[in-house]
């Protein structure tokens, strides 16, 4: 399958069937708490039933319909500590690293218009070569039952954060 790019940022899609026990178990629960319907309300999901590993690198982003925008609810430590950034109560605009920003909002609009997860490996080739560095889930939330308002991400980090916090500031020094 090619890969996408965006600024030394790669990614491919991934089939649950291929994502670790712990992204398996994330993607279990939000099936379990939707239901018959295509995303479960926000206040239906209990971050803490999550793998604990897991819950540093999660984020939930609120969709604001009116604006087309996003404002992120809630930001893991462990993504804090790989993007350099505390983006709780800011938004897609605030990530400091071009490629991943676009990325970022590239696949919440895709998760927007198909009303269903998306799962990807994430690469960046400067780093090892074309391996995954991590998987990334995001799957929908919706408080009304009808549109996308919220999104969940769960990061699966495949290699040291010490290691993703480093070509990230590689790359945002070289953009």
């Excluded at 939707?34 to 999901?45: E, I, L, W, Y």
């Excluded at 604001?64 to 993007?83: P, Q």
């Amino acid at each position: 399958m090619r890969c996408k790019t965006k600024e030394k940022i790669t990614y491919r899609k991934v089939d649950i069937r291929e994502a670790p026990a712990s992204l398996t178990k994330v993607h279990n629960i939000w099936t379990e708490v939707k239901g018959n319907c295509f995303a479960p309300p926000f206040r239906d999901f209990d971050l803490m039933l999550l793998p604990k590993e897991l819950i540093p690198f999660t984020s939930v982003e609120d969709y604001l319909l009116e604006t087309k925008g996003f404002r992120y609810r809630f930001y893991g430590t462990g993504l804090v500590k790989v993007d350099g950034v505390e983006l709780t109560g800011k938004s897609h605009l605030d990530i400091p690293h071009s490629g991943l920003r676009d990325l970022v909002r590239e696949l919440c609009q895709k998760v927007i218009s198909e009303k269903k997860e998306c799962l990807i490996h994430v690469m960046v080739p400067t780093l090892n070569s074309e391996e995954p560095i991590a998987i990334a889930g995001r799957w929908p939330l919706s408080d009304d039952g009808n549109h996308v308002t919220g999104i969940l991400t769960v990061v699966a980090p495949l290699t040291e954060v010490k290691a993703l916090q480093e070509e990230l500031e590689n790359q945002q020094s070289d953009n």
